[in-house]
């Protein structure tokens, strides 16, 4: 892929984190709910909790993750960090993919579950819908601290990328005509 521009860089940087920062809030906002519906001994808090869980779910967390995901793909690939040049890159592109596909087919349809037996007056009294809100935004500080620190190095390939990269340098410095006048 092409690099992108100065401009189209920094604008899909501040996509990607202000999508990222929303995919974490919305992910307190159902760990929240989930604290509230499980803990309350009122049957109209804990249905109120879980029909809001569902709204978050229904309208927000699947294309908050997806633009996520597609953000930092797009930066990935247009920018000199790459894909698979830096283990930390690897690490959150994985940790995303999964979460994403979590989200889709585990988190969705377990809080449809949950709000559904919450109208139907059986909400569930279980540690279910606690603990995969609790997992996803340990994930989502686990990647925020990824992208700030950017630990590791680079991966092999990046390491050869590198290797080449300053052989090229190294040459054409050799190369140059010297400034010096005889």
Do not use: C, N
Request: no cysteine; glycine share 8%; hydrophobic share 50%.
């Amino acid at each position: 892929m092409k690099q992108l521009s100065r401009r189209a860089r920094r604008a899909t940087l501040v996509v990607h984190v202000a999508v990222s920062v929303g995919w974490l809030g919305l992910t307190l906002g159902l760990l929240t709910l989930s604290v509230a519906g499980y803990t309350s001994k009122s049957l109209d808090t804990t249905v109120a909790a879980y029909r809001a869980m569902k709204i978050f779910s229904d309208w927000l967390i699947l294309p908050v993750a997806l633009s996520a995901l597609i953000s930092g793909l797009v930066l990935s690939f247009g920018t000199p960090w790459g894909l698979v040049r830096h283990r930390w890159v690897v690490v959150k592109f994985w940790l995303t993919l999964a979460t994403v596909l979590l989200t889709a087919f585990s988190l969705r349809p377990g809080i449809d579950r949950l709000a559904a037996d919450a109208v139907a007056g059986s909400p569930d009294t279980g540690l279910s819908m606690v603990s995969a809100p609790s997992v996803a935004t340990a994930t989502y500080l686990f990647v925020t601290a990824v992208s700030v620190l950017k630990p590791w190095g680079p991966t092999e390939r990046g390491g050869r990328l590198r290797a080449a990269q300053s052989a090229g340098v190294r040459d054409r410095a050799r190369k140059r005509p010297s400034d010096v006048v005889s």
